[in-house]
């Protein structure tokens, strides 16, 4: 059963380093989610992706993220500078559309740890 | 306002008892999610009810969506030890779609 791949599964950096969140999503999906969740707290909404640009963004997405699509099959989430805050779960979704109704599948997620 | 909101927020039951978990929202919808999540993992899509549905099933599972009282639950017939994990609710919020909002779930732990 085709599903959402991310790497690493735990990231371990710096306060203030870049770090690089890597996606895979399913092959045939056109829409591409991160959502992120801090240690006992809700899933929340990063932002969404289609057809190579941000459809939608949290007030968490902040100019400290951003999102790419730098080939065919990979989708990232970049933090520059990361914060003690930023600590959490990462999840990566991908859906076939955006429309109503659509299941989104979700990645098993990257922990990431800032120190 | 908050969306999807679990409650119990922590159930524990003994293996072969059903558990039932309720979720409330405030926003109106076009659709409700179930989401089971093992400890410190991914999460897996259990169902999906529409806005127009009233009652859906899926093997052990049973979810019952009342847009009147902007409310639904989740029923596990005969839980197992497996099934032990935290459940969230999730939302469209009526955004377009885009985003899906997460409830802060419910843990249940499902004793052998």
């Known amino acids: 059963e085709p599903e959402v791949t991310q790497t690493p599964s735990h990231q371990v950096t710096q306060m203030g380093q870049e770090v690089i969140l890597r996606c895979v999503p399913i092959?045939?999906?056109?829409?591409f989610y991160w959502y992120r969740q801090i240690l006992g707290q809700k899933v929340e909404f990063l932002v969404s992706f289609y057809n190579n640009e941000i459809s939608e963004k949290s007030e968490i997405f902040d100019d400290q993220f951003s999102v790419e699509r730098p080939d065919g099959s990979n989708f990232t989430l970049k933090i520059r500078s990361t914060k003690l805050e930023d600590s959490a779960m990462y999840f990566c979704a991908s859906s076939k559309t955006g429309k109503l109704n659509t299941e989104a599948f979700f990645g098993q997620g990257t922990r990431l740890t800032v120190v | 306002s908050q969306q999807g909101e679990e409650d119990p927020q922590a159930l524990s039951i003994q293996e072969g008892e059903n558990a039932t978990m309720n979720c409330s929202y405030k926003?109106?919808?076009?659709?409700l999610q179930w989401y089971r999540q093992n400890s410190g993992r991914g999460l897996v899509h259990l169902i999906l009810?529409?806005?127009?549905?009233r009652e859906k099933h899926s093997g052990r599972l049973r979810v019952t969506l009342d847009t009147s009282k902007k409310s639904s639950s989740l029923l596990i017939t005969a839980s197992r030890a497996a099934d032990t994990a935290s459940y969230f609710c999730?939302?469209?919020?009526?955004?377009?779609?885009?985003?899906?909002?997460f409830g802060a779930g419910t843990r249940l732990f499902v004793k052998a």
């Open positions: 092959s045939n999906h056109l829409y």
């Open positions: 999730a939302t469209d919020g009526n955004t377009g779609g885009f985003k899906t909002i």
């Open positions: 009810i529409r806005s127009n549905e």
């Open positions: 926003t109106s919808i076009n659709n």
